[in-house]
């Protein structure tokens, strides 16, 4: 189970170095980089595959042996893809669109264009301070100000923190024998977050009707840079996973079970997150241009989730 976080790292900093190959081919205005490396690093772990991975385990003669304990074991493993791709989303992919997704620019005015032109007959403190730093001084000046331009406190976010509770929950077993399970002491708390819980995908279904819904709409997206996260989403992506998962196997770091392997594989397949509409919309920039991406993503995920399953479900069986 530890190569599962290790897999998912892998897909978000693949899709960022992916993300950036289409901002240097298509060239798309600079408020829009942020989107396009999020989009093609940050995937829809959660909703996707705990849709897909009980689908095919209920299904008789599947690849994965007992349908019991395929739906068993296969939603252990969506779970923790799903917390990490949770975790990760709102720590590393947040803070790289954060960083990316410049301000406007705007005018100067003649005022401020007065007081660059000024020059002061004796040098500030500061000047001098800078002359006589050392590499010390100056590392430490860079760490503060990317410090500055990350912001820390979005780990404790929400989501973040409901999924690090699962996780302590998840592996100390006291606590998990608690809460979990038919004779458990809190048992009602498992079965109010489990009907909660129920309503998740069709809430999600909704959300994500609405959001393709802004698609719709005109917006300044260039077809060059559809078509290239498109390409990096459902095509790079996915054969470079096949590459990680299978050497992994190769190289006895992962074990041989096939529905393992399946949910490893399927991570590197599925559309973008539906979260980066979130974050677009908390930072005021590319709302309309994310919708748009949404779209076309989600419109050609029935080909993607299609053909592409089925392929991993013949490699690993």
Known sequence: MWFMPVNVLFTFIIGSFLGWIVIVITKPPSHLRGLIVGCCASGNLGTMPLIIVPAICK????????????????MGYVTLSM???????WTYVYNIMRVLISPIETQPSIESNY??????LI?????????????????????????????????????????MIALVIGLITPLRKL???????LGVLQDSLTLVGDGAIPAMTLIVGGNLL??????????????????ARYILLPISGLFIVRGAYKLDLITSDPLYQFVLLIQYAVPPAMNLGTIT?????????????????????????????????????
């Open 123 to 163: 040098s500030s403190q500061e000047e001098e301070d800078n002359q006589k730093a050392g590499r010390w001084e100056k590392v430490k000046r860079r760490i503060v100000s990317l410090s500055e331009k990350v912001k820390l406190s979005t780990i404790f976010a929400p989501a973040t923190i409901a999924a």
């Open 179 to 185: 809460i979990i399970g038919n004779g458990a002491p």
């Open 281 to 317: 919309q908390l930072f005021g920039a590319g709302e309309s241009e994310c919708s748009v991406i949404m779209l076309w993503t989600y419109a050609l995920a029935s080909v993607s989730l299609t053909a592409w399953p089925t392929f991993f479900m013949w490699l690993v069986a």
């Open 83 to 89: 917390t990490m791709g949770t975790i990760y989303s």
């Open 214 to 231: 802004k698609g719709m709409r005109s917006s300044g997206m260039k077809k060059s840079t559809i078509i290239g996260v498109l390409v």
């Open 115 to 120: 007081d660059t032109c000024k020059v002061p």
């Open 59 to 74: 299904q008789r003669g599947g690849p994965f042996g007992d349908p019991e304990n395929c739906q068993k074991y296969g």
